[in-house]
């Protein structure tokens, strides 16, 4: 049947918690990962990235995991605070395909105050 | 001093009509593109320049029709607007085709009646 409106992932989390937002991708030749937050009328903004010779990096409050073996990418925020309730996309690219990022289906996070 | 701009925010406009969006960046970037955000949120790519050359056009309808003057500038003209076309689109920028994190505008909410 058809879809109406929204049925993205959610995640609802209490400020002050750690939250983990899940992705997987399909390519296996992908070889740059990035993660993007989306706020309400706004446009994505970068988070964090990653190469694929590499499986952690860590920036301020943000982590991005990546498992090549399994084609999964995790983005951990520490101490969810109510500013960081937002879509957040995962996206990753190939060489092989030259500047074409694609974007998993994004996850709505909600923190609860 | 906004990074990405582009004009209209809001558009509605009635079907049949011919449309255009303009966008500007002011990072010096050598690669634009276009997105469009469907209803669920998803984030999918149209078009991608470097330098003023295309470089992707994704099995966009030919009524889309993107236009580089040169490199700063990224203008999308739609032919013939239909009632799908309703979305939002989104120019961005990278400093390279590939493997450079992609900085997005506000997005431009267009509403075919």
């Known amino acids: 049947g058809e879809s109406v409106g929204l049925h993205l992932p959610t995640l609802s989390v209490q400020e002050g918690d750690n939250s983990i937002i899940n992705c997987a991708y399909s390519?296996?030749?992908?070889?740059?990962f990035i993660w993007y937050k989306q706020e309400s009328g706004k446009g994505p903004q970068f988070i964090i990235d990653i190469r694929s010779n590499m499986d952690k990096r860590q920036g301020q409050r943000v982590t991005v995991l990546l498992n090549k073996t399994v084609k999964h990418l995790s983005l951990q925020i520490a101490a969810t605070q109510p500013g960081d309730s937002a879509v957040y996309f995962c996206a990753d690219e190939s060489e092989t395909s030259g500047s074409r990022l694609t974007f998993g289906e994004g996850t709505q996070l909600t923190v609860n105050p | 001093d906004t990074a990405v701009s582009q004009t209209p925010k809001y558009l509605v406009t009635q079907m049949g009509n011919d449309k255009s969006i303009k966008c500007e960046q002011n990072l010096g970037h050598d690669t634009m593109y276009w997105y469009k955000q469907d209803s669920k949120k998803f984030l999918k790519i149209m078009f991608s320049?470097?330098?003023?050359?295309?470089?992707i056009n994704e099995t966009v309808p030919n009524r889309f029709s993107p236009k580089s003057p040169d490199k700063a500038h990224l203008n999308l003209h739609i032919n013939s607007l239909e009632l799908g076309d309703s979305a939002v689109y989104f120019c961005a920028s990278s400093p390279r085709s590939f493997g450079g994190t992609i900085y997005f505008g506000e997005g431009s909410w267009l509403t075919v009646v």
């Open positions: 390519n296996s030749a992908s070889d740059y």
């Open positions: 320049y470097n330098n003023k050359e295309l470089i």
